[in-house]
């Protein structure tokens, strides 16, 4: 079962690397432990749209779980949480 949410968040990626390594969502610092998947969706670039990149992890700040997160052109979102 998943929730969405889709609030921007602020991502820390690590010199070098392509993936992210932790997040700040709600004032909270949550450090990515594992990358589980990434993917693209498709857009409708007629209409505008940007591509997004998705990426599912594991984390824990807070709390522990599996958060999918969301890079657009305006930046990035908590897409899923995920029980």
């Known amino acids: 079962m998943s929730k969405y949410i889709d609030e921007s968040?602020?991502?820390?990626?690590d010199?070098?690397?392509a993936y992210p390594a932790a997040f700040i969502w709600r004032k909270r610092l949550y450090?990515?432990?594992?990358?589980?998947?990434?993917w693209r969706e498709p857009a409708a670039w007629w209409e505008g749209e940007p591509v997004r990149v998705l990426v599912r992890v594991t984390a824990a700040g807070s709390r522990?779980?599996?958060?999918e997160l969301c890079q657009r052109d305006s930046g990035w979102f908590l897409h899923r949480l995920l029980d």
Request: no cysteine; hydrophobic share 60%; glycine share 10%.
């Open 31 to 38: 450090r990515i432990s594992e990358i589980l998947a990434w």
């Open 64 to 67: 522990a779980g599996v958060f």
């Open 15 to 17: 010199r070098g690397e």
């Open 9 to 13: 968040i602020i991502v820390h990626v």
